[in-house]
């Protein structure tokens, strides 16, 4: 991308994020509204707990869950980038050697 089309972007990004500024208004907040009840805030650890340890765990258990029952064949898994592993070769049958 040249100068003048990351100069395009950054004004494009900062006007549109100045107009979403503005066209927010903070101060309504403060006013209550018909039938507003809010309840009770979280505390600190309550928030962590809902927002970073819950998420985090349930990745942990979805990635665990993934490589615990893989199933893939080991012939299919790429070990470095460009190769394949080997595949194991099947011993021959005494009756193919016969005949």
Do not use: C, Q, W
Request: charged share 20%.
């Amino acid at each position: 991308m040249d100068k003048k089309n990351a100069l395009r972007a950054g004004a494009l990004a900062a006007g549109t994020t100045l107009m979403m500024l503005l066209m927010s208004s903070p101060a309504l907040a403060l006013t209550r509204d018909d039938g507003d009840d809010p309840g009770t805030g979280l505390s600190v650890i309550e928030t962590l707990g809902y927002y970073v340890l819950a998420p985090l765990a349930l990745f942990a258990i979805i990635a665990g869950l993934v490589v615990a029952l893989d199933r893939s064949k080991p012939e299919h898994r790429v070990l470095t980038p460009g190769t394949k592993a080997k595949a194991k070769s099947k011993p021959k049958a005494k009756a193919a050697a016969k005949a």
